[in-house]
Protein backbone atom coordinates (compact mmCIF):
# COMPACT_ATOMS: atom_id res chain seq x y z
CA UNK A 1 0.00 0.00 0.00
CA UNK A 2 1.43 3.14 -0.63
CA UNK A 3 2.57 5.50 1.72
CA UNK A 4 1.15 9.32 2.09
CA UNK A 5 3.59 12.21 2.75
CA UNK A 6 3.13 15.84 3.10
CA UNK A 7 5.36 18.35 2.99
CA UNK A 8 5.04 22.00 3.38
CA UNK A 9 6.99 23.96 0.62
CA UNK A 10 7.22 27.90 -0.18
CA UNK A 11 3.80 28.23 2.08
CA UNK A 12 1.97 25.22 0.27
CA UNK A 13 1.02 21.84 1.29
CA UNK A 14 2.54 19.41 -1.11
CA UNK A 15 1.57 15.53 -0.58
CA UNK A 16 3.46 12.86 -2.63
CA UNK A 17 2.81 8.73 -2.65
CA UNK A 18 5.93 6.51 -1.28
CA UNK A 19 5.03 3.49 -4.26
CA UNK A 20 8.04 1.29 -2.81
CA UNK A 21 6.76 -1.95 -0.85
CA UNK A 22 8.28 -1.78 2.60
CA UNK A 23 10.37 1.02 2.14
CA UNK A 24 12.15 1.16 5.38
CA UNK A 25 13.95 -2.03 4.24
CA UNK A 26 14.56 -0.63 0.48
CA UNK A 27 17.96 1.39 -0.80
CA UNK A 28 15.34 2.73 -3.37
CA UNK A 29 12.04 4.49 -2.80
CA UNK A 30 9.60 5.27 -6.07
CA UNK A 31 7.90 8.32 -5.12
CA UNK A 32 4.75 9.58 -7.32
CA UNK A 33 4.92 13.75 -7.14
CA UNK A 34 2.73 16.07 -9.34
CA UNK A 35 1.78 13.38 -11.86
CA UNK A 36 5.30 11.62 -12.14
CA UNK A 37 7.11 9.21 -10.86
CA UNK A 38 10.50 9.80 -9.32
CA UNK A 39 13.57 7.26 -7.97
CA UNK A 40 15.05 8.30 -4.93
CA UNK A 41 18.48 6.24 -3.85
CA UNK A 42 19.83 6.12 -0.28
CA UNK A 43 23.70 6.72 0.51
CA UNK A 44 24.31 6.66 4.34
CA UNK A 45 21.90 8.21 6.17
CA UNK A 46 20.03 10.85 3.23
CA UNK A 47 17.73 10.00 0.32
CA UNK A 48 18.77 11.66 -2.74
CA UNK A 49 17.25 12.08 -6.49
CA UNK A 50 18.38 9.47 -8.66
CA UNK A 51 20.99 10.45 -11.51
CA UNK A 52 18.13 9.90 -14.41
CA UNK A 53 16.34 12.84 -13.08
CA UNK A 54 19.39 14.62 -13.71
CA UNK A 55 18.55 16.53 -17.42
CA UNK A 56 14.86 16.87 -16.51
CA UNK A 57 13.77 20.42 -15.72
CA UNK A 58 13.29 19.75 -11.73
CA UNK A 59 12.53 22.32 -8.47
CA UNK A 60 15.67 21.65 -6.98
CA UNK A 61 14.56 23.16 -3.81
CA UNK A 62 10.89 20.50 -3.60
CA UNK A 63 13.46 17.77 -4.77
CA UNK A 64 15.38 18.35 -1.44
CA UNK A 65 12.56 18.70 0.94
CA UNK A 66 11.38 15.40 -0.47
CA UNK A 67 14.43 13.87 0.27
CA UNK A 68 14.33 15.71 4.04
CA UNK A 69 11.00 13.90 4.95
CA UNK A 70 12.33 10.57 3.23
CA UNK A 71 15.11 10.51 5.65
CA UNK A 72 13.08 11.32 8.43
CA UNK A 73 9.88 8.93 7.57
CA UNK A 74 12.66 6.43 6.27
CA UNK A 75 15.19 6.92 9.02
CA UNK A 76 15.51 2.80 10.06
CA UNK A 77 18.16 0.93 8.27
CA UNK A 78 17.66 -2.64 7.77
CA UNK A 79 20.97 -3.28 9.54
CA UNK A 80 19.50 -1.51 12.71
CA UNK A 81 18.17 -4.59 15.39
CA UNK A 82 15.66 -3.35 17.59
CA UNK A 83 16.87 -3.71 21.70
CA UNK A 84 13.75 -5.88 23.64
Known amino acids: MPVLLR??????????????????L????EVFL???NYLFVKSGNQWSL????????????LMDEVSRALALRFRISSSQHVIQ
Open 7 to 24: INYQRQDVIFQVLTDKPS
Open 50 to 61: AEKHATEDLDLG
Open 26 to 29: KSEL
Open 34 to 36: GGQ
